[in-house]
Nanobody
Framework: QVQLVESGGGLVQVGGSLRLSCAASGRSFSTYSMAWFRQAPGKEREFVAGISSLFAGNTEYNDSVRGRFIISRDNAKNTVDLQMNSLNPEDTAVYYC???????????????????WGQGTQVTVSS
């Protein structure tokens, strides 16, 4: 099993930056495809960014964040980060880290594909 703990959320002004981090416990972190999702009040959980497991490093992004957000992973530290730049009020949400056990080039983007979830961290962008 994998346990995920997010950190780094907070309040930021429009145009600012935040870096979210997800720390994973358990074995074989490198064999998990990882992703960040977010959920705003009254809205469904949506995919933000994903990265494939060790041997590929492929990434995918939601169109709304492409060019502003960067996902990365450090398998030695069992962490996956989300660097968020040029934030706007539409980025306000609870951000969740998710893990799916798969080795290869796949980057999963649908919530049902993920086995493990963190408890989330709040990001608020003020105008």
């Amino acid at each position: 099993q994998v346990q995920l703990v997010e950190s780094g959320g907070g309040l930021v002004q429009v145009g600012g930056s935040l870096r979210l981090s997800c720390a994973a416990s358990g074995r074989s972190f490198s064999t998990y495809s990882m992703a960040w999702f977010r959920q705003a009040p009254g809205k469904e959980r949506e995919f933000v960014a994903g990265i494939s497991s060790l041997f590929a490093g492929n990434t995918e992004y939601n169109d709304s964040v492409r060019g502003r957000f960067i996902i990365s992973r450090d398998n030695a530290k069992n962490t996956v980060d989300l660097q968020m730049n040029s934030l706007n009020p539409e980025d306000t949400a609870v951000y969740y880290c998710a893990a799916a056990r798969v080795i290869g080039t796949a980057v999963f983007t649908a919530p049902h594909q993920f086995n493990y979830w963190g408890q989330g961290t709040q990001v608020t962008v003020s105008s």
